[in-house]
């Protein structure tokens, strides 16, 4: 089982930059897709990107191509998200989530397909 707990979020003015961090448990990291999420007020939560568990694959959802960056560091267990550019629309809570990845496959969009998930930090953005 993993343990994931997510910080580095906080007030910014749109424009601005912030990287979220998300800090895994076991020693087992480096077999997890790892994904962010967000959940914006009123709205579902929504797809942010996706890094598998090489950190070899990416995928990360349109409105935030360019702006976003996943990475992973397999050796300090986490994963992280560079937000740049950020616009008030980018307000909401962040969570991370983790799924044991079997070889040959990547990891997903999906929420339903993650098994594990943080308890999200919340990054507000200020026009």
């Known amino acids: 089982q993993v343990q994931l707990v997510e910080s580095g979020g906080g007030l910014v003015q749109a424009g601005g930059s912030l990287r979220l961090s998300c800090a895994a448990s076991?020693?087992?990291?480096?077999?997890?897709?790892m994904g962010w999420f967000r959940r914006a007020p009123g709205k579902e939560r929504e797809f942010v990107a996706a890094i598998g568990r090489s950190g070899g694959s990416t995928k990360y959802a349109d409105s935030m191509k360019g702006r976003f960056t996943i990475s992973r560091d397999n050796a300090k267990n986490m994963a992280n998200l560079q937000m740049n550019s950020l616009k008030p629309e980018d307000t909401g809570v962040y969570y991370c989530?983790?799924?044991?990845?079997?070889?040959?496959?990547?990891?997903?969009?999906?929420?339903?397909?993650?098994?594990?998930w943080g308890q999200g930090t919340q990054v507000t953005v200020s026009s």
């Open positions: 989530a983790a799924r044991r990845q079997t070889l040959g496959t990547y990891p997903s969009a999906e929420r339903y397909w993650y098994e594990y």
């Open positions: 076991g020693r087992t990291f480096s077999t997890y897709a």
